[in-house]
């Protein structure tokens, strides 16, 4: 019987790969700097003002994901204010940026997000209508 080609990995290495694999998934226009990441923050730190203060998103864009009430936005989409791939655009990069400061995170698909708000914006083209309740 040969001897095995290599030990079993633990699971702090599939980890580590899955930890790794997800922070290259980030955008690159969405990689905070490092005194704005963990540890360089004092422990306990707030970082809900971290979207708004990193400088990453535009004024639009913290509009955009500080919204409250969905149907603004649907409106928005609807008269074409505002297009599905703007709106994805400004919440993956609020999720990177959450993700670096918390950890939040297991997947980030952030191309299919992509592809799904083109095919939004495709479908209000053509019809005039939104799709479902929440367009997407």
């Known amino acids: 019987m040969p001897p095995p080609s290599s030990p079993p990995s633990t699971w ?3 980890a580590a790969t899955k930890r790794a694999a997800l922070a290259g998934s980030l955008p690159p226009g969405s990689l905070l700097p490092p005194n704005l990441l963990p540890p360089a923050l004092p422990p306990n730190a707030s970082v809900l003002d971290l979207p708004a203060t990193s400088g990453l998103l535009s004024p ?3 509009c955009i994901t500080d919204q409250t009430d969905p149907s603004r936005t649907l409106a928005k989409l609807r008269t074409g204010e505002l297009s599905s791939a703007e709106v994805c655009e400004a ?3 609020r999720a990177a940026i959450a993700q670096q400061a ?3 995170l297991t997947e980030f ?3 299919r997000a992509r592809r799904r708000a083109a095919e939004l914006d495709k479908t209000l083209k053509e019809t005039g209508e939104v799709s479902g309740p929440l367009h997407g």
């Open 12 to 14: 702090q290495a599939k």
């Open 60 to 62: 639009l864009q913290i």
């Open 91 to 93: 919440f993956l990069v």
């Open 102 to 104: 918390t950890g939040c």
């Open 109 to 111: 698909l952030a191309d």
